[in-house]
């Protein structure tokens, strides 16, 4: 907890640093080509200087905690393809965190870029880099800049004298790769042992070992180097979590440089021993002081179960069956309360018993598959509307609470105990959710013990009472307030449902273009409506027929609602059916691109549109068929996608010009005719008749 309280005081400082810094205080970076001129097919290299204010830094691939590290986004013409970025050599410095690998001064970063075969002589190509750091010296500022390069295209690529001296130093401040060496790794307890045979002399021994993945410290961070005969030994701890106490994914390979008089390059190399979970290594054990706080947790969550509507009426009713069935003996009235805590605790040990057996404790591998995730998200959402009220499970459940004071004898007491345990179950959406999440990190018998904590919070309250029976005259009464409770604990149960609705996103929300996110939104809003069409419609004050017609247009929706979610595969290009959809190849939209293209010759096709336009995502889904895409390679049509999801002035300003202010607009580009504009709602046909119109052929 401290090292969140001293993050969070540097991150506050940050902030306030920077606001106050921006204007005057800020790095110098340049985008620079080796050659003046490039050629078809051949490699080029591109260097991205920075010039950092002094004292200040950034940071390597790696940065050793939580800083950013330099990234480029590139926006290059057809058929060019951008490198990884070459990587020079970091300093290792003391950071807030452990070891940081930083660059002061002037860092300068290679990348090497492709130029395809086909590309004419005589042209002039545009590269469009957009790059972004974070510079840190007490506070933090991220920077970016975009460039623009435009370089000529001839048969024989030229170098630039100018800057030869530049990529030369940046060259030799890269780590060098060593020839014939022999590399191996192995986990070895909580490190990695990294044994190098250089297979060639070396000047001197290593002096530290930078790593390229976060999951791997220094070696100066805890580890060592010692001589092997002609090999090197490095120890290497692992680091299980970064400063924010979030785990850190464990890889089976890491690279890194081996630092010393000449920093070497230590490429991709396999850990040799695998175990299960992929982890060499089982995590350290928690100290004491959070199963403390865990299990007090899971107890206070038993507790405020009793608060909840169906459960909460049952306490006074439960107490005073124990006072009849025991005569008013006070021995026999607390024999009474602990045989009902015994049902309770049995109750939930057969409930963690169940999950444990289940799987619960991989829980987080379950959800990597996006069906459990969505499962998950449709209980929270349901579960959530239960309790607000949209509709109602178990409205019989408070009089089966009545009746347990029906019940005679010890045997009796025992399953009024299980069946209180069932009793709260509809209500305990939030705390069984906290409970899974918290269970999930813990071993087996730390397991059930917290479920044990969770049974006696909810058995307590009765088990005072039988001690103390005088005091359900002190509960307080039933009432409105209690439904406010119940509903005001609707709201964590949505929380849990976005959560997961955000990792159910970064799984599927991206297929067939983008649209599937959309279907989700729509599929959860359908199965949501279900919940109130059944809520509203099927309650006993309804005729028969009434509620029948509910619960079959709930079932409807709610099953059409759950195909419309569901993570479908990919539709993948079908050439036999030339009705099918198929995705299309769309290319960035700016206004120099397309007027490069259109000097070249070439037709343009420019869609703008936006994530948030329904027409748009309706066009895509069905326009774009087989025959569609044909004809659009066969008339050499170059697609252009200007997407205005986020604000973009360029876009505006373009749809301006064209005399148009909202999206859908989709426009065809013939060098040396007039735009063409389409209609917002695109077909097959529209398009195919339009392309073999307006483009010549070949």
Same mark, same amino acid.
């Given at each position: 907890?401290?090292?969140?309280?001293?993050?969070?005081?540097?991150?506050?400082?940050?902030?306030?640093?920077?606001?106050?810094?921006?204007?005057?205080?800020?790095?110098?970076?340049?985008?620079?080509?080796?050659?003046?001129?490039?050629?078809?097919?051949?490699?080029?290299?591109?260097?991205?200087?920075?010039?950092?204010?002094? #004292?200040?830094?950034?940071?390597?691939?790696?940065?050793?905690?939580?800083?950013?590290?330099?990234?480029?986004?590139?926006?290059?013409?057809?058929?060019?393809? %951008?490198?990884?970025?070459?990587?020079?050599?970091?300093?290792?410095?003391?950071? &807030?965190?452990?070891?940081?690998?930083? &660059?002061?001064?002037?860092?300068?970063?290679?990348?090497?870029?492709?130029?395809?075969?086909?590309?004419?002589?005589?042209?002039?190509?545009?590269?469009?880099?957009?790059?972004?750091?974070?510079?840190?010296?007490?506070?933090?500022?991220?920077?970016?800049?975009?460039?623009?390069?435009?370089?000529?295209?001839?048969?024989?690529?030229?170098?630039?004298?100018?800057?030869?001296?530049?990529?030369?130093?940046?060259?030799?401040?890269?780590?060098?790769?060593?020839?014939?060496?022999?590399?191996?790794?192995?986990?070895?307890?909580?490190?990695?042992?990294?044994?190098?045979?250089?297979?060639?002399?070396?000047?001197?021994?290593?002096?530290?070992? !930078?790593?390229?993945?976060?999951?791997?410290?220094?070696?100066?961070?805890?580890?060592?180097?010692?001589?092997?005969?002609?090999?090197?030994?490095?120890?290497?701890?692992?680091?299980? $979590?970064?400063?924010?106490?979030?785990? !850190?994914?464990?890889?089976?390979?890491?690279?890194?440089?081996?630092?010393?008089?000449?920093?070497?390059?230590?490429?991709?190399?396999?850990?040799?021993?695998?175990?299960?979970?992929?982890?060499?290594?089982?995590?350290?054990?928690?100290?004491?002081?959070?199963?403390?706080?865990?299990?007090?947790?899971?107890?206070?969550?038993?507790?405020?179960?009793?608060?909840?509507?169906?459960?909460?009426?049952? !306490?006074?009713?439960?107490?005073?069956?124990?006072? $009849?069935?025991?005569?008013?003996?006070?021995?026999?009235?607390? +024999?009474?309360?602990?045989?009902?805590?015994?049902?309770?605790?049995?109750?939930?040990?057969?409930?963690?018993?169940?999950?444990?057996?289940?799987?619960?404790?991989?829980?987080? #591998?379950?959800?990597?598959?996006?069906?459990?995730?969505?499962?998950?998200?449709?209980?929270?959402?349901?579960?959530?509307?239960?309790?607000?009220?949209?509709?109602?499970?178990?409205?019989?459940?408070?009089?089966?609470?009545?009746?347990?004071?029906?019940?005679?004898?010890?045997?009796?007491?025992?399953?009024?105990?299980?069946?209180?345990?069932?009793?709260?179950?509809?209500?305990?959406?939030?705390?069984?959710?906290?409970?899974?999440?918290?269970?999930?990190?813990?071993?087996?018998?730390?397991?059930?013990?917290?479920?044990?904590?969770?049974?006696?919070?909810?058995?307590?309250?009765?088990?005072?009472?039988?001690?103390?029976?005088?005091?359900?005259?002190?509960?307080?009464?039933?009432?409105?307030?209690?439904?406010?409770?119940? $509903?005001?604990?609707?709201?964590?149960?949505?929380?849990?449902? %976005? !959560?997961?609705?955000?990792?159910?996103?970064?799984?599927?929300?991206?297929?067939?273009?983008?649209?599937?996110?959309?279907?989700?939104?729509?599929?959860?809003?359908?199965?949501?409506?279900?919940?109130?069409?059944?809520?509203?419609?099927?309650?006993?004050?309804?005729?028969?027929?009434?509620?029948?017609?509910?619960?079959?247009?709930?079932?409807?929706?709610?099953?059409?609602?759950?195909?419309?979610?569901?993570?479908?595969?990919?539709?993948?290009?079908?050439?036999?059916?030339?009705?099918?959809?198929?995705?299309?190849?769309?290319?960035?939209?700016?206004?120099?691109?397309?007027?490069?293209?259109?000097?070249?010759?070439?037709?343009?096709?420019?869609?703008?549109?936006?994530?948030?336009?329904?027409?748009?995502?309706? #066009?895509?889904?069905?326009?774009?068929?087989?025959?569609?895409?044909?004809?659009?390679?066969?008339?050499?049509? +170059?697609?252009?996608?200007?997407?205005?999801?986020?604000?973009?002035?360029?876009?505006?300003?373009?749809?301006?010009?064209?005399?148009?202010? %909202?999206?859908?607009?989709?426009?065809?580009?013939?060098?040396?005719?007039?735009?063409?504009?389409?209609?917002?709602?695109?077909?097959?046909?529209?398009?195919?008749?339009?392309?073999?119109?307006?483009?010549?052929?070949?």
């Amino acid at each position: 907890m401290h090292r969140i309280t001293h993050f969070l005081l540097i991150l506050v400082f940050s902030v306030s640093a920077a606001s106050g810094q921006t204007e005057t205080l800020s790095s110098a970076a340049n985008l620079l080509s080796e050659e003046k001129a490039i050629a078809p097919g051949k490699p080029f290299t591109l260097a991205l200087k920075l010039d950092h204010p002094q #004292n200040w830094h950034s940071y390597y691939q790696n940065s050793g905690g939580i800083e950013q590290s330099p990234a480029i986004k590139w926006t290059l013409p057809p058929g060019f393809t %951008a490198g990884p970025i070459q990587w020079p050599v970091p300093e290792v410095k003391d950071g &807030y965190f452990g070891k940081s690998f930083v &660059y002061p001064g002037s860092p300068v970063f290679l990348v090497e870029i492709t130029a395809p075969a086909t590309l004419e002589t005589g042209k002039t190509i545009t590269l469009t880099a957009d790059a972004s750091w974070q510079i840190c010296e007490e506070s933090c500022l991220n920077e970016e800049k975009s460039f623009t390069l435009n370089l000529p295209v001839a048969a024989a690529s030229e170098k630039d004298p100018a800057i030869a001296g530049l990529f030369e130093k940046a060259r030799a401040s890269q780590p060098a790769k060593l020839t014939n060496a022999k590399i191996s790794a192995r986990p070895e307890g909580n490190e990695i042992l990294l044994r190098v045979e250089p297979g060639e002399i070396i000047d001197s021994d290593p002096t530290d070992f !930078i790593p390229d993945q976060p999951f791997i410290k220094s070696a100066s961070s805890g580890g060592s180097i010692q001589r092997d005969g002609d090999a090197w030994l490095i120890r290497l701890p692992r680091a299980t $979590q970064d400063p924010l106490d979030n785990d !850190i994914p464990q890889g089976n390979s890491f690279s890194g440089i081996l630092l010393g008089t000449r920093p070497v390059l230590i490429p991709e190399t396999a850990i040799g021993i695998l175990v299960p979970a992929a982890i060499s290594a089982p995590p350290p054990p928690l100290p004491f002081s959070t199963f403390l706080k865990i299990f007090g947790g899971m107890f206070l969550g038993g507790l405020i179960l009793n608060l909840m509507p169906c459960v909460f009426p049952v !306490i006074g009713l439960k107490i005073m069956g124990f006072v $009849q069935q025991a005569g008013h003996d006070r021995k026999k009235i607390v +024999v009474h309360g602990l045989v009902f805590a015994a049902g309770v605790l049995l109750s939930f040990w057969v409930l963690s018993l169940a999950l444990f057996l289940g799987g619960i404790t991989s829980w987080g #591998n379950q959800l990597q598959d996006p069906r459990v995730t969505l499962g998950t998200i449709l209980i929270m959402l349901l579960l959530g509307m239960n309790l607000f009220g949209v509709f109602e499970i178990g409205t019989s459940v408070t009089g089966i609470g009545g009746n347990l004071v029906q019940k005679q004898g010890v045997a009796g007491t025992f399953f009024s105990g299980v069946l209180a345990t069932l009793i709260a179950t509809p209500c305990s959406g939030p705390f069984l959710a906290v409970a899974i999440g918290v269970a999930v990190t813990l071993p087996a018998i730390p397991f059930f013990t917290a479920f044990t904590f969770m049974a006696i919070g909810l058995a307590l309250p009765y088990l005072v009472l039988s001690i103390f029976p005088a005091l359900v005259e002190k509960l307080p009464r039933p009432g409105p307030w209690m439904e406010s409770f119940k $509903q005001g604990m609707s709201f964590l149960l949505f929380a849990t449902a %976005a !959560i997961f609705l955000w990792v159910y996103s970064a799984q599927v929300f991206d297929l067939n273009e983008g649209q599937k996110g959309l279907w989700v939104m729509l599929g959860l809003s359908a199965v949501a409506t279900a919940a109130w069409i059944y809520g509203r419609w099927n309650q006993p004050v309804r005729s028969s027929s009434v509620r029948m017609r509910a619960k079959v247009l709930a079932a409807l929706l709610c099953t059409g609602g759950i195909l419309l979610a569901w993570p479908w595969p990919a539709r993948q290009p079908q050439a036999d059916t030339g009705n099918a959809r198929i995705s299309a190849e769309w290319g960035t939209w700016s206004q120099q691109e397309e007027d490069r293209l259109l000097a070249e010759g070439r037709p343009v096709f420019v869609d703008y549109t936006a994530k948030w336009c329904l027409t748009c995502q309706l #066009n895509k889904s069905r326009a774009y068929t087989r025959p569609v895409i044909d004809l659009i390679e066969k008339k050499g049509v +170059v697609l252009l996608k200007a997407d205005k999801t986020n604000p973009s002035p360029a876009i505006d300003a373009k749809l301006k010009q064209l005399g148009r202010s %909202a999206i859908p607009v989709n426009v065809l580009l013939v060098p040396g005719k007039e735009p063409q504009i389409t209609p917002a709602l695109l077909t097959p046909d529209y398009l195919l008749e339009l392309f073999s119109r307006e483009i010549p052929a070949k």
